[in-house]
Nanobody, 125 residues
């Protein structure tokens, strides 16, 4: 069982920034592609981004491209999601997710095998 833990959610104003963090217990990040998925109230899960295990490639959804940046530090077993220029429509629960493959096949939510418990992000207008 892979245990992913997110942190860093909270409240931000429109145009502001937040940084989410993800770590894991009981397994080592560096062998897995890691991504972020969100779910807004009343909506389906939306895949946002994925980063390769070796940090040599990323995939972004159009909805966040140019505003969100994923990064990883395999020495610290951490993955980050820097979210800039936030909009009210970014309000959602954000999940860190792992793909057992080392390379991202995409960023769609269905491509991830393990998920964290989620962290709430709320953006006020």
């Amino acid at each position: 069982q892979l245990n992913l833990v997110e942190s860093g959610g909270g409240l931000a104003q429109s145009g502001g920034s937040l940084r989410l963090s993800c770590t894991a217990s009981r397994f080592t990040f560096r062998y897995y592609a890691i991504g972020w998925v969100r779910q807004a109230p009343g909506k389906e899960h939306e895949g946002l981004v994925c980063i390769n295990a070796d940090d040599d490639g990323t995939r972004y959804a159009d909805s966040v491209k140019g505003r969100f940046t994923i990064s990883r530090d395999n020495t610290k077993n951490m993955v980050y999601l820097q979210m800039d220029n936030l909009r009210p429509e970014d309000t959602a629960v954000y999940y860190c997710a792992a793909d057992v493959r080392s390379s991202c096949s995409g960023y769609e939510a269905s491509g991830f095998d393990y998920w964290g418990q989620g962290t709430q992000v709320t953006v006020s207008s």
